[in-house]
C-alpha cells in the first residue's frame, strides 16, 4: 500500500467531532462540583499500599487517575470506591506505560519503525490496547514520538527515528491502534503522544537535558509528528522533561497553549511527565513547589503525575487571585470530557476477559510478524544467508541467544519473560535432528567482561559449518536515563566475534539492541549481520525463519549507525553547508607526513571518520536484489495545489520472493532558509516474486512540500527540487521538477 499521509490521516478516527450532548454533560457535572473535586481530577497518583490506603482520597474526589495498577481485581476496586463512595461517583482513569504491548511484547517501537509498515504498527497498538483494557488500563502512555538523532541517548530505543514523516505515520499509525474506532470501546485505550516537545535532542545525548531548538526548526522536524498524532485523534499528550532554551515544556504555554491548542484545535488533556510540575524548581525556573504549580496550570498543564502541587498550591492560589477558576474549569472540562468519550461513566469496570486475551494466538503471530519486518540485514556477503541444506552443524554463541527477559528490551513492565521464545530455542525447534545445534554462549550476559568462556565458543565455532553470534545490549543499558558515551559493544563481546571470526568460519552476527551500536569493526569479521532492535517476545521465531529462509529481511534503518560515537549527530536531512562533504575526503592514516599546513579537504568531515555513517538511513538488504528504474513524473512543473505523481518500476532482480520499502525523497534547493539535502516524503512496502516487475506510484501533494521559512510563514515557495526514488538515502539518481507560481 503506498503510505500516503493525507490518505492515512484522513482514514484516522481524528479528532472527535463536537458532540453537543456530551458537552452539556461535562458542563453539567462541572456545575455540580466544588473547587476541590475539581482540583481532585487534575491530580494523578500512582498506586500504592492496599486500597484502604488510597480509598480516603478517592472518596474525597481528590483523585482523578491512578497509574502503575495493572491487578484487574484492585483496579475493580478502586473503580467502586469512586463510583459508588465518592459525592459524584466520577470514575478514575487507570493509566500504565504500554508502550509496546502489555502481556504479549512486540519489538521495541525503534525496531517496528524499521518496519516501515504502518498497518503493521496498528496492529501492534491494538493488540496492546486489547490485553491493556482487559485488566481496567483505559490510558496508555505512548506513542513516544520524540524526534531522536544522538543514538548515545537511551530513549532513542523508545520512538520512531530520525526522521520527521516515519514517525508521522508511525505515531499517527499507534494512535488508532490504540483508540481503534472509537474511544469508548471497551477495548479502546487513550493514546498519549510524547514527550511534548524536542525531548530528543538533550544536548550530548544526555537524558533530562536541555535542548535548543529553534521555531524553525521545532515546526519543521519536532513537531510535525506531533500535530500528526492530533489529526488522528490523540485524547491526551505529555510533556517532556527537558527545557528549551530555558523554557521547560512543563511550563512552555507556546507549545502548550498557542501551538496545541490554539494552532492544531486540540481538545483533550495534557499531563506532566513524572514529577516533570516540581522540577522546575530543580530547573531554574520556580522559586518553589507553589510557583511550579502556578506556572504549569497557567501555560496549560491540565493533569499532575505524581508530584501533588496541584492539590497543594492551587486552591491558595485562586483564593490569592493568581489562577483564575476559569483556568481550573477548562483543565477539568478537558479531563472530564476524556472520560466521558472513553465511556468510563458508562463502563467504568474491567471486562473480565483479561485470562482469555493475554498471549493469544493471533496476538503472538502478529508480534513475530512485527519482529519479521522489523529485523535489518546489513551485510550478507557471498550469501551466506539463508542458510540452506548445506549447513549440518550450528555453533551457536553470544549472550543474547538464550536471553528472554533481555530480547523484550525496555519499557517493559507487564510482559512475562516465561512467554519469550528466544533464538536459541527457536533454532533448534527449526533444526531439529537434521541439523546439529552446538551452543556455547562464551558470555554470561552483554556486559560480562570474562571471557574464560570465549575459548569453548571458539571451538563450537572451529567444529561448525556455521557459527550465529547473538550480541547486543542487555535490555537495560537502553530506555529512560539509560545513555551511553560509548557505542561499541560492551563487555567482551567484540573479542568473542573475533575469537569465533579466527576459526575461519563464517559467522552470521545477529544484533539485539535498543539503539544503533558502532559495530563496525565486527560486521567486517562478520560474513552476514542482522540487526534487530530488542524484538520482544517472538523474536525468536522470527529471527529463526529469517535466518533459514522461510522469512525474508525488509526492514531498512529507521535511523543512521554512525561509524563511531564521536560523528553524532549524524543523521541524513542535515543541511549541505557551504562546503559540504565530497565524501572521498583522506583520511588521517592517509595524510602524508610532514605534510605542510593547509585546511586539508576543505569540507564538513572527519579526519578520522571521514564523513558518511556506517550505514545510512532507510538501508537494508534482502536475500534477493532490486533495481529501480523508468521514473517518469506526472508534470515537471507544478502550481502549489497541484498533485504530483512519481511512477517509477521497480523489479525483483534476484531469486527470493521479498518485499522492498521504496522510499521517495524529495530536496527544496533553494530557499529563503538552507533546506535538508533530502527529506523522506513517502514510503511503501512492494512485494514481488523472482523476476516480477511491477510499476509503482506514489502520488505527493505539492502543498506537502510546504515548511516554515524566513518570514516563520508555513509556505511552498516556487523554485527547483530534486527527487529520489530508491530503496535507502544515499541510492537513487536524481529527478528535478519546478513548483511555480
Ligand atoms: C517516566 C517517563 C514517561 C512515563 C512516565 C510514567 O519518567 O518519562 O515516559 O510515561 O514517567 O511512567
Known sequence: MACLLPAVLASCSGPEPKDKALEAKVEKLLARMTPEEKIGQMNQVSSYGNIEDMSGIIKKGEVGSILNEVDPQRISALQHVAVEESRLGIPLLIARDVIHGFRTIFPIPLGQAASFDPELVEEGARVAAIEASSVGIRWTFAPMIDIARDPRWGRIAEGCGEDTYLTSVMGAAMVRGFQGHALSDPASIAACPKHFVGYGAAEGGRDYASTFIPERLMRNVYLPPFEAAARAGAATYMVSFNDNDGVPSTGNAFTLRQVL??????????????????????????????????????????????????????????????????????????????????????????????????????????????????AILLKNDKETLPLTGKVKTIAIVGPLADAPYEQLGTWVFDGEKTHTQTPLQAIRETAGDKVQVIYEPGLAYSRDKNGAGIARAAAAAARADVVLAFVGEESILSGEAHCLADLNLVGAQSELIAAVARTGKPVVTVVMAGRPLTIGKEADLSAAVLYNFHPG?????????????????????????????????????????????????????????????????????????????????????????FGYSNIRLSSSALKKDDVLSVLFDLENTGKYTATEIAQLYVQDKVASVARPVKELKRFTRVTLEPGEKKTVAFDLPVSELAFWNINMAKVVEPGEFGLWVAGDSQSGEETVFKVID
Do not use: C
Not at 349 to 362: K, T, W
Not at 550 to 579: D, L
Open 261 to 374: 491548542r490554539d494552532e492544531w484545535g486540540f481538545d483533550g488533556f495534557v499531563v506532566t511527565d513524572w514529577a516533570s510540575a516540581t522540577e522546575m524548581v530543580a530547573h531554574g525556573f520556580a522559586a518553589d513547589s507553589k510557583e511550579a504549580a502556578l506556572k504549569a496550570v497557567q501555560a496549560g498543564i491540565d493533569m499532575e503525575m505524581v508530584s501533588y502541587s496541584f492539590v497543594r498550591h492551587l486552591p491558595e492560589l485562586i483564593a490569592e487571585g493568581k489562577v483564575k477558576q476559569s483556568v481550573i474549569d477548562n483543565a477539568v472540562r478537558n479531563i472530564l470530557r476524556i472520560k466521558y468519550r472513553l465511556g468510563l461513566f458508562d463502563h467504568p469496570y474491567p471486562d473480565g476477559q483479561q485470562p482469555s486475551v493475554m498471549y493469544a494466538e493471533a496476538h503472538l503471530a502478529a508480534a513475530k510478524k512485527a519482529a519479521v519486518e522489523s
Open 537 to 625: 517476545t517472538m523474536g525468536g521465531p522470527a529471527i529463526a525463519d529469517l535466518l533459514f529462509g522461510k522469512e525474508v529481511p525488509s526492514g531498512k534503518t529507521p535511523v543512521t549507525f554512525p561509524k563511531t560515537a564521536g560523528q553524532i549527530p549524524v543523521y541524513y536531512a542535515h543541511h549541505n553547508t557551504g562546503r559540504p562533504a565530497t565524501r572521498t575526503e583522506t583520511l588521517i592514516d592517509r595524510i602524508p607526513v610532514d605534510a605542510g599546513q593547509t585546511s586539508l579537504g576543505n569540507t564538513s568531515f572527519y579526519l578520522d571518520a571521514g564523513f558518511d555513517p556506517l550505514y545510512p538511513f532507510g538501508y537494508g538488504l534482502s536475500y534477493t536484489t
